[in-house]
């Protein structure tokens, strides 16, 4: 089983993912597997058992609201490709 | 092959240099000369000599717990000013502005980082073949991988390179790769080690581990990263153990159960047999070994390969190209910078697993599977809870095999998935678990795989350590010379 082409392109979308024809048609194949793997899953009776989104109880309670971080825009700004004037530099997105 | 020498381990560096036989700075250049010997594992992705030579320096004069112990990071802990790449395309030039909560602590306690261990890109993988560097090496047969993720991190101490090695576990990544290069390796309670500054795979299974060659050598590291951290909201509060003091606890009376599941289908006779080999060692030192069933056990690859990749997804959203870290060019509009970005910095089983997870959190599809998952989660960690009302440890072969050989499995992710059979179930139930270095079958490692209870890991070392006291497997490094 292979996810159909349209599927592969529109979970590529969400997931903002260029992918050339070699890669979709493998990245469908496998994909195709990987779902008929993961349906072992639909045989499982899991009537009135609850999620299990963390393997332990979160710790309870907050931090104290204090500032911690000195600012360091500086060095951030620093690691991108492309910034100016304290911001991001990004492609034009309105027209 | 040699015997483990006294400054391949931790405890005996110390002992050493305490005592001094040899200075810090030697230990470090040892390390050093001994990662160029090495060079052709490919498990090492970057030296950090001036900064070895700069801590080994400050280290004489250092009452640190493991102060002058060289060691290598896994190359997903953030290093300030150190680059730090998840063996991805995606961290090219990423120089962290600061440390992972992990480096800081090993760094206070006076450990000597030399370098960056190789990995499977964004720990996504079984081999270390998934990475942008190239896959590192077994020491033990250059020709086979070294498991992963955490591979680099395994050859690394396995060839006598460092005493200690981080590393992370989301699935089986510090206790396949010890098992495949016969060293020991421990995964920590989830929560129990900050993930501060650990590059994000799989929120709620990832926790950080030591890779090392013997059960104490484990301890002293997990008792200089454990505990809380503000940093970390999923750290657990909960006080640390004494790890190193417990280790001469013994396992007179210990009750372990040999869980039927891990010697299931697919699980080589030998391998199953060299396991076995080494719970007759425990048994003859007191332990008392009783017969367990995990029967929701098989379910634990689909329900991984469910929750890791949705989690992946969603966590991996950061890497945009505007930030940080490989930014396409020139590109038309914000959507193809993106896109564009994304396909070019990510390797191939990234991709896999984003496109993966995408669709099982995608509308029609969330509750058949993640929410599904979830629940089967839920049933496995519950039938661990059972499970340990009745014995104090369970256990079981590490692997279904011994290394295989580079490429192998490439071609086929479900065979590789497949092989974590034995180890994410541990992951799903948050629970902490040790690989320990079993009989070697066709001259290649193997690993006994013993887990506890939740914060169980006193126990867990104190019988590694009563095993290692009584047995040599941990005792051998591949090749010749000393």
């Given at each position: 089983m292979s996810?159909?082409p349209a599927a592969?392109?529109?979970?590529?979308?969400?997931a903002?993912l260029?992918?050339?024809?070699?890669d979709?048609?493998?990245l469908?194949a496998d994909?195709?597997?990987?779902?008929?793997?993961?349906?072992?899953?639909?045989?499982i009776?899991?009537?009135?058992?609850?999620?299990?989104?963390?393997p332990?109880?979160l710790?309870?309670?907050l931090?104290?609201?204090?500032v911690t971080?000195?600012?360091?825009?500086e060095a951030?700004l620093?690691?991108?490709?492309a910034?100016h004037?304290?911001?991001y530099l990004?492609?034009?997105?309105i027209? | 092959?040699?015997?483990?020498?006294?400054?391949d381990?931790?405890?005996?560096?110390l002992?050493a240099?305490r005592q001094g036989e040899?200075?810090?700075?030697?230990?470090?250049e040892?390390?050093?000369a001994r990662?160029a010997?090495?060079?052709?594992l490919?498990a090492l992705?970057?030296s950090s000599?001036?900064?070895?030579?700069?801590?080994a320096?400050?280290?004489?004069g250092s009452?640190?717990a493991?102060a002058?112990?060289?060691f290598?990071h896994k190359d997903?802990?953030c290093?300030?000013?150190?680059?730090t790449t998840?063996?991805?395309?995606i961290l090219?030039?990423?120089?962290?502005?600061?440390?992972?909560?992990?480096?800081?602590?090993?760094?206070?306690?006076?450990?000597?980082?030399?370098?960056?261990a190789n990995?499977?890109e964004?720990?996504?993988g079984s081999?270390?073949?998934n990475?942008?560097?190239?896959?590192?090496?077994?020491?033990?047969?250059?020709?086979?991988?070294?498991?992963?993720?955490?591979?680099?991190?395994?050859?690394?101490v396995?060839?006598?390179?460092?005493?200690?090695?981080t590393?992370?576990?989301?699935g089986?990544?510090?206790r396949q790769?010890?098992?495949?290069?016969g060293?020991?390796?421990?995964k920590?309670t989830?929560?129990r080690?900050?993930?501060?500054?650990?590059?994000?795979?799989?929120?709620?299974l990832d926790?950080a581990g030591?890779?090392?060659?013997?059960?104490?050598d484990?301890?002293?590291?997990?008792a200089?990263?454990?505990?809380a951290d503000p940093?970390?909201?999923?750290?657990?509060?909960?006080p640390?153990?004494?790890y190193?003091?417990a280790?001469?606890a013994?396992?007179?009376?210990l009750?372990i159960?040999?869980?039927?599941?891990?010697?299931?289908?697919?699980i080589?006779?030998?391998?199953?047999?060299?396991?076995?080999?080494?719970l007759?060692?425990?048994e003859?030192?007191?332990?008392v070994?009783v017969?367990v069933?995990l029967?929701?056990?098989?379910?634990?690859?689909?329900a991984?390969?469910?929750?890791?990749?949705?989690?992946a997804s969603?966590?991996?959203?950061?890497?945009?190209?505007v930030?940080?870290g490989?930014?396409?060019?020139p590109v038309?509009?914000?959507?193809?910078?993106?896109?564009?970005?994304r396909a070019e910095?990510?390797?191939?089983?990234?991709?896999?697993r984003i496109?993966?997870?995408?669709y099982?959190?995608s509308?029609g599809y969330?509750?058949?599977y993640?929410?599904r998952?979830q629940?089967?989660?839920r049933l496995i960690?519950d039938?661990?809870?059972r499970?340990?009302?009745s014995v104090?440890?369970?256990a079981?072969?590490t692997?279904?095999?011994?290394a295989f050989?580079?490429?192998?499995?490439?071609d086929?992710?479900?065979?590789?998935?497949?092989?974590?059979?034995?180890?994410?179930?541990?992951?799903?139930a948050g629970?902490?678990a040790?690989?320990?270095p079993?009989?070697?079958?066709?001259?290649l490692?193997?690993?006994?795989?013993?887990?506890?209870?939740?914060?169980g890991?006193?126990r867990?070392?104190?019988t590694g350590h009563a095993?290692?006291?009584?047995t040599?497997?941990?005792?051998?490094l591949?090749?010749?010379g000393a």
């Open positions: 996810l159909d592969i392109d529109h979970l590529a979308r969400l903002r260029a992918l050339d024809p070699a979709r048609a493998r469908g994909l195709g597997r990987t779902v008929a793997m993961m349906d072992a899953l639909q045989q009776d899991v009537d009135g058992v609850e999620p299990l989104a963390q332990h109880p710790p309870a309670g931090r104290p609201d204090a971080e000195t600012d360091a825009s951030l620093a690691l991108s490709g910034s004037g304290g911001y990004v492609p034009r997105v027209e | 092959m040699r015997p483990l020498g006294r400054l381990t931790v405890a005996g560096a002992a240099l040899v200075g810090a700075s030697a230990l470090a040892r390390a050093l990662a010997e090495h060079a052709a490919n992705v970057t000599p001036e900064r070895a030579f700069a801590a320096s400050a280290a004489a009452t640190g493991l002058g112990i060289p290598v997903l802990f290093t300030a000013g150190l680059r998840c063996a991805s395309k090219d030039g990423f120089v962290p502005p600061y440390d992972a909560t992990v480096a800081e602590r090993l760094d206070r306690a006076g450990a000597v980082l030399v370098g960056k990995m499977d964004f720990a996504m081999s270390n073949e990475s942008a560097f190239g896959p590192a090496r077994n020491p033990w047969d250059v020709a086979r991988v070294p498991g992963g993720s955490s591979g680099g991190s395994a050859a690394l396995a060839a006598g390179v460092v005493p200690f090695a590393g992370s576990d989301t089986g990544s510090v790769p010890a098992a495949l290069c060293i020991t390796g421990l920590p989830y929560g080690v900050s993930r501060h500054g650990m590059i994000a795979y799989a929120s709620s926790q030591v890779l090392a060659h013997t059960a104490e484990c301890a002293h590291v997990l200089a990263i454990a505990g940093r970390d909201a999923t750290c657990s509060a909960r640390v153990d004494d190193v003091g280790l001469g013994g396992v007179a009376g009750r159960g040999v869980v039927a599941q891990f010697f299931g289908d697919g080589d006779p030998a391998v199953a047999a060299s396991a076995r080999e080494a007759a060692a425990l003859a030192a007191g332990a070994l017969d069933s029967p929701t056990l098989p379910l634990s690859i689909p991984y390969y469910v929750l890791a990749p949705a989690e969603s966590n991996l959203a950061r890497y945009d190209g930030r940080y490989h930014r396409a060019e038309a509009d914000l959507a193809e910078l993106y896109a564009r970005s910095g990510f390797g191939t089983e990234v991709k896999r496109l993966a997870g995408t099982v959190l509308a969330y509750d058949a993640y929410r998952a629940r089967v989660r960690a039938d661990f809870a499970a340990f009302e104090d440890l369970l079981g072969p692997t279904p095999g011994t050989r580079l490429g192998e499995k490439t086929d992710p479900l065979a590789m998935y497949a092989a974590d059979v034995n180890t994410v179930a541990v992951n799903l629970l902490p040790v690989s320990l079993a009989p070697h079958v066709g001259g490692p193997t690993g006994l795989q013993l887990i506890g209870p939740a914060f890991e006193a867990l070392l104190a095993l290692q006291q009584r040599d497997w941990h005792a051998v591949p090749g010749g």
